[in-house]
């Protein structure tokens, strides 16, 4: 049986590419209750002024509610996908500190999934929060003409 309570983060950390390995992001936990990843901000994750571009926050708080929403909705035979995306800069961050991102669900419904997530500097103080809305797909619709498959989903038979 496929456990929804199953840490899925090492598997997530051994993926060769996407958003999450260019950024340099590691999944520290990966259930369908709470995910959470760390990163070193490097100079790749900064805008103009040496702080952390606004979009590397919006992408790691995106990033963790799918994958979260994901694990939760594999198991019922669903994908899931990004719907809206609302995140809120709190406190500047600059190259070499360490951030590191929760996300919790706040409901999982039938279609669709809301998720909140918190983005913390190396002292716990708030950097970004947001909240993600996600939308459930069945196993037979599509998704820009093809069916939904990711590395997530759990082999054939379990």
């Known amino acids: 049986m496929w456990l929804v ?24 936990k ?4 709470e995910v959470e990843a760390q990163l070193t901000v490097g100079p790749e994750h900064l805008q103009g002024y040496g702080i952390v571009h606004g979009g590397v926050h919006c992408g790691l ?11 939760y909705a594999l198991p019922r035979g669903q994908s899931v996908v990004g719907l809206e995306n ?12 360490t951030i590191r991102a ?4 706040v409901t999982r419904g039938r279609k669709t999934q809301v998720w909140e997530a918190r983005v913390l500097d190396g002292e716990d103080r708030v950097v ?12 037979e619709e599509q998704l820009a003409g093809e ?5 997530l989903h759990p082999p054939s038979g379990a």
């Open 5 to 28: 309570a199953q840490d899925f983060s090492e598997r997530l950390n051994t993926m060769p590419e996407g958003w999450l390995h260019a950024m340099g992001v590691t999944i520290t």
């Open 30 to 33: 990966a259930t369908a209750d």
């Open 61 to 71: 708080i995106e990033s963790l509610a799918s994958i979260g929403a994901a694990l």
């Open 86 to 97: 609302s995140t809120s800069f709190i406190r500047a961050v600059r190259a070499g500190a």
């Open 102 to 105: 929760v996300a919790n669900p």
């Open 128 to 139: 970004a929060t947001g909240r993600v809305r996600l939308l459930c797909l069945e196993k």
């Open 147 to 151: 069916q939904v498959r990711g590395p």
